[in-house]
């Protein structure tokens, strides 16, 4: 039953090709049409023959840095010079390829010699591989002969699947070559683990060449010893992009020089980041409850979203109160700062006393949780924050962070806070605790990998793909 339907979906692959060309050439985007080709000749690993596509590069040095290729190369991302059995990292896009900064340098540390190709399922994911590996392109058409292939061609030495991006043909053939699949800071929601488990005939073959699959969470964990095939090959070693987290000092002059410029030295500021329309009512609230007991208390308001800068700041005069807008200067006697500028959020995190983190009282699911703890800093958050369930359930362990769901409990934990500045230092402290503790995925998804991949022979010769 699984290779019936391994069979249906490569019959189906095809037909989904053409309707995706289809949808270019009837819709007013056909002007893309230029890129979908050049992407397509690439992903049927097609020589190109064209002007460059993206940038070219020669190669990388040990710690990933890029050295540019002169103009008249011919080297382009759909046709590059690899050593024979290259590790193999594939990637859905930008996003996880940034989660990689750290792990590609690392990588390489650890198999000398090895070369590491990375491979995308997008043109702006490939592009930002090749700030990592001169061996980025875009991975093969999801078609068994071409996949089977590619694979052929290449004859990886391990495939290191990021996060949740499993492709039928590529988990198949590479099981088949006997290709030692890793799949690494590997996450699964509720509703893909059902999906697979109603393809349970088909899924176990795809996972059956999987060695090891690299869990973010226990949650994570749990849902993937869960699937046919992955019995005992399961291990938890935390989310790579915990491991990149660092403060940034863009805008901390700005910031402490308008703190001089609005009278705000020394008094007690919270900073509400990252803020949808829904939570900005209720963080007012809290804040003008809140300094019934600490007068001085002043609010930074940040929403997420630019854009509805103007949709905020009819908010505030609702109240009728004195509030400065940032790209207005300072305004004497207000005590509350509407923040319409990108890049500035932990700069205010860090000048603050405590930090509420936004799209957690809607049905957003929660932004950046620690980037506070960055700072040490308390960290408020509302009851919904499933797209950082990890970083919020570290903080409340810690006693570093605190669910409010409503104003008045907004407005109780401020108070409480700001009255005892003993219980402030600490649950800073904390907070920078649950946010070390869960660093360190990257080393462990290494060394995991390390005692997995043989070792590489470095007197091989080039080959060309």
């Not at 996880?96 to 090895?114: H, M, N, Y």
Request: include cysteine; proline fraction near 7%; hydrophobic fraction near 45%.
């Amino acid at each position: 039953m699984g290779y019936l339907l391994l069979i249906i979906y490569n019959l189906l692959t095809p037909l989904i090709a053409l309707g995706y060309l289809g949808f270019f050439i009837f819709s007013p985007r056909r002007s893309l049409l230029k890129y979908f080709f050049a992407e397509l000749r690439e992903r049927l690993f097609v020589p190109s023959t064209g002007a460059a596509t993206g940038p070219a590069f020669s190669h990388a040095t040990s710690a990933g840095e890029l050295i540019p290729n002169s103009p008249s190369s011919s080297l382009q991302p759909s046709a590059f010079s690899l050593r024979p059995s290259p590790i193999w990292v594939h990637a859905a896009s930008v996003g996880e390829v940034r989660a990689l900064v750290k792990f590609i340098p690392g990588l390489r540390a650890s198999f000398p010699g090895c070369e590491i190709m990375i491979t995308t399922s997008s043109r702006s994911g490939r592009d930002e591989a090749l700030k990592l590996s001169a061996n980025a392109r875009l991975a093969p058409l999801d078609f068994y002969p071409l996949t089977r292939a590619f694979i052929g061609k290449i004859a990886p030495r391990a495939l290191i699947i990021i996060e949740t991006e499993i492709w039928p043909n590529m988990l198949f053939c590479a099981g088949r070559a006997g290709v030692p699949v890793f799949m690494i800071n590997a996450r699964i929601s509720r509703k893909t683990l059902v999906l697979y488990q109603s393809l349970a005939p088909l899924t176990r073959i795809l996972f059956s060449g999987v060695k090891r699959v690299l869990a973010q969470s226990r949650l994570d964990a749990e849902r993937f010893m869960l699937l046919p095939g992955l019995d005992g090959k399961v291990i938890e070693t935390g989310n790579l992009k915990h491991d990149l987290m660092g403060a940034s000092v863009s805008g901390v002059a700005e910031v402490s020089a308008f703190i001089q410029a609005s009278g705000w030295d020394g008094q007690p500021i919270i900073t509400a980041g990252s803020t949808h329309p829904e939570e900005e009512p209720i963080l007012i609230n809290a804040w003008l409850e809140a300094k019934k007991s600490a007068p001085g208390l002043k609010l930074v308001l940040v929403p997420r979203h630019t854009e509805r800068i103007a949709e905020t700041e009819a908010v505030l005069r609702g109240y009728s109160l004195p509030f400065a807008r940032w790209s207005a200067g300072a305004v004497p006697g207000a005590d509350c700062l509407l923040v319409d500028a990108m890049g500035l959020l932990q700069a205010f995190y860090a000048v603050s006393s405590i930090c509420f983190v936004g799209g957690t009282l809607d049905n957003t699911g929660g932004h950046n949780l620690l980037e506070p703890a960055l700072f040490s800093k308390p960290v408020l958050f509302g009851p919904n924050f499933k797209n950082a369930k990890l970083a919020g359930v570290a903080l409340l362990k810690e006693k570093g962070g605190f669910l409010v769901g409503t104003a008045p409990e907004i407005a109780a934990k401020l108070s409480a806070l700001l009255a005892d500045p003993l219980y402030l230092k600490v649950s800073g402290e904390n907070a920078a605790k649950a946010l070390l503790s869960l660093k360190g995925a990257t080393e462990k998804n290494l060394a995991r990998l390390k005692a997995s991949i043989p070792p590489w022979d470095t007197q091989s010769n080039l080959s060309v793909v």
